[in-house]
Nanobody, 126 residues
Framework: QVQLVESGGGLVQPGGSLRLSCAAS????????MAWFRQAPGKDREFVAH??????????AYAESVKGRFTISRDNAKSTVHLQMNSLKAEDTAVYYC?????????????????WGQGTQVTVSS
């Protein structure tokens, strides 16, 4: 099993920044990709960003709504990913979830991930 723990959420004003972290523990050696999703009240969980965890390279992708504002980064040795969120907007308010999977696939789909964290609340309000 893999355990994921998110941290770094909080309350920020529009235009502000937050840095989320997700620490993975347990049997993480086979982790292929890690991702961030978010879910606002009354809405479906949506893809935010993902990154592969390969040593030789890898790739990253972002939802169009956050492209240019959010940056996902990885630390393979620590099985950790971060999400740097800049220029935050009110519509970014949501619970942000970290996810991990052991194989490739449709990395923007919630159904493709094997493990999930409990989430961390991000609130953007003036």
């Amino acid at each position: 099993q893999v355990q994921l723990v998110e941290s770094g959420g909080g309350l920020v004003q529009p235009g502000g920044s937050l840095r989320l972290s997700c620490a993975a523990s347990g049997r993480t050696g086979r982790t292929y990709a890690m991702a961030w999703f978010r879910q606002a009240p009354g809405k479906d969980r949506e893809f935010v960003a993902h990154t592969t965890m390969t040593w030789s390279g890898g790739s990253a992708a972002y939802a169009e709504s956050v492209k240019g504002r959010f940056t996902i980064s990885r630390d393979n040795a620590k099985s950790t990913v971060h999400l740097q969120m800049n220029s935050l907007k009110a519509e970014d308010t949501a619970v942000y979830y970290c996810a991990a999977r052991n194989t490739g696939g449709v990395l923007t789909s919630t159904q493709e991930y094997d493990y999930w964290g409990q989430g961390t609340q991000v609130t953007v309000s003036s």
